[in-house]
């Protein structure tokens, strides 16, 4: 809108109008006004009318999908993919229940893709007499309630369910809460009203289980097992079992007469009463695979089963020696040969096992060991500091598949630092090295200075991947005169987990030689490098590492773990003593 002179002048001081463009300026106040109304309106047309045409387009876009394209074997293949966990819940709004919830073409192709509906995890809610769920005086009576009407609808989902399955293999989990043990000459009713039902429920279906994951109480397995002849099993191929046994309602040796079907190809059992015993099952394991066992078994079980399973491939037990002569069963400790052992884990504790040196694998791929610190010569009147036992049982798996073995899993801290060094010398062809643990990394603060723990505490271990290449002439990897004196030519791949103290210019160095040396042929590329600090983060080496290593033609990818800056609180420091919030988090610099 123009303004004539007079009215620009009035806007740009505060000076009384006259009376004549006092009523001027009101009439045109009123014709703005007018004007922006008129114009709200226009916009409140064309944003009705925009809403309108955006309806429209998304009805037209809908119509064109490409979806309404597919085919129903392609949507098939589509819902298959949709069930992205192990063993799908009973949801409506998870896959693949959810997929019936869409459309009526949707729900067709659904209810008639036997693949989606082979795996389910059926939860079995616990005893209601011990749920303190409904708290009043009819507490039992509704927990009843709750308990039976669940099941019963949860029955009915699971039959329908696994009827929608057709004929193919069943994937099963079935759990039940721990902790609820019967005492002795306890009346058990309940446990029959909110278990049998289920097993009743999936007994039609259990010629076609292919994998079956339990965790359970013992007694309540029972139940399942008297339900379920194993007869009807002869399909299963992978069982995995956690069940707990109450000590003093449970007799030592157990009968878990699934463990014994021969069809079994993939073992996982953690259950102490169970491993401890193994010998004493009869069983054919001749077509086992993978073993895994959480819970400890003896040498001499160990032994017996390694000798059933010539076609084991994956082996991760928990091995139990004890530290001095219990009196049991002395182990056969003629050699084992397992040529198709290609991944093996192992977790010694106690004594060194006797089983391990029995065991031939040539062909082992990856390697885990994990064992106690044992000390040779500990007494708390020495002044020495007691000298770690030297590992036979790794060199001995080492020296024995050096040829084959690409991956290496050592905790560092369990022996001397010259039997690392030795160990890992053996170890020519390893391309990936883990050293510790992830969950033991130390988030709190350190205990002392940083500055005094950097001068007290001793070379890195990580010092040891350094390689001297001066004076040396490039070659290719595997022919050149220093390839004898580096360690680990052929390592792609350095995890080093627990809290190291080695200073950033240090760490910087180590992994400026293996660049250097891989760029002149003495060694593979390193081409990740993940370590975990004790330590704050004083110099930012990741981007020039990261260019270095560009600059040459690698990538090298590093992800290094820092503890976070703060208020040292340890006795040397001002803040000793200081009350302090916890819940302390990791820095994380990653390229």
Known sequence: MHLDQMLTELSRNNE??????????????????EDLRQIDMEIQHLVAKR????????????????????????????????????????????????????????????????RIWTRLHIPIPGDPQFSS????????????????????????????????????????????????????????????????????????FASRWRDFNLSMPFHIYQKLETQIPLDNLSM????????????????????????????????SLNCLQLTIHLGHYQNSWNRLTDIRFMSPITDTDLLGMLRQCPNLITLDVNIQSPWFN????????????????????????????????????PSL???????????????ANEPLAPTLVRPDSLFWLISNSAASLEILSIDPLTFEPEHLWECL??????????????????????????????????????????????????????????QNDILLPNLESLEANGGHTIADQNFRRILESRI?????????????????????????????IVARARGVGMEMKLDLVYRPSGRNYGPLSPSFLLPRSSGKTSFRYRA
């Not at 306890?186 to 278990?195: M, P, R």
């Not at 010694?348 to 031939?360: F, K, L, M, R, Y």
């Not at 090295?433 to 940083?450: N, R, T, Y």
């Not at 040396?517 to 600090?533: D, E, I, M």
Request: hydrophobic share 35%.
């Open 326 to 361: 219990s009196g049991d069963r002395e182990p056969d400790l003629a050699t084992v040969l397992l040529p198709h052992l290609e991944s093996l884990k192992l977790h010694e504790t106690g004594s060194p096992s006797q089983a391990i040196p029995a065991v031939n694998a």
């Open 133 to 204: 769920r409904v708290n009043n005086d009819r507490g039992p009576e509704l927990r009843h309630q709750m308990f039976s009407k669940t099941m019963e609808l949860r029955c009915q989902a699971v039959k329908e369910w696994l009827g929608r399955s057709g004929s193919l293999p069943l994937s099963l989990s079935i759990s039940y809460p721990f902790g609820y043990e019967p005492s002795v000459g306890s009346n058990v009713v309940e446990d029959d009203e909110v278990a049998d039902p289920l097993f009743r429920t999936i007994r039609p």
């Open 236 to 267: 299963l191929r992978h069982f995995t079992g956690i069940i707990h046994v109450h000590s003093s309602t449970q007799p030592t040796l157990i009968p878990l007469h699934i463990i014994e079907l021969p069809s079994l190809e993939t073992l």
């Open 16 to 33: 009384l109008p006259p009376e004549s463009k006092l009523q001027e300026t009101i009439q045109l106040r009123s014709q703005a006004n």
């Open 516 to 544: 250097d040396a891989a760029h002149r042929g003495f060694t593979s590329p390193l081409r990740r490098v993940a370590v975990q600090f004790s330590r704050t983060k004083k110099e930012d080496i990741l981007p020039e």
């Open 51 to 114: 809403e309108q045409v955006q309806r429209s387009l998304g009805i037209f876009n809908a119509i064109l999908s490409p979806a309404r394209r597919l085919l129903p074997d392609i949507l098939r293949e589509i819902f298959y993919h949709c069930v992205v966990q192990p063993y799908p819940i009973l949801s409506a709004t998870e896959a693949p229940m959810v997929l019936t919830r869409v459309c009526s073409l949707w729900r067709s192709v659904a209810l008639s893709s036997p």
């Open 365 to 379: 791929k990856l390697l885990q060991y994990r064992c106690p610190p044992r000390y040779s010569n500990f007494d």
């Open 425 to 482: 010398r053996l170890a020519l062809h390893v391309k990936e090295l883990i050293l510790g643990d992830k969950d033991l990394f130390p988030l709190a603060p350190l205990d002392f200075e940083e500055e005094i723990l950097s001068e007290t505490c001793g070379p890195s271990i990580l010092e040891i991947f350094t390689v001297h290449t001066t004076g040396c002439e490039s070659s290719t990897p595997g022919s050149n005169p220093l």
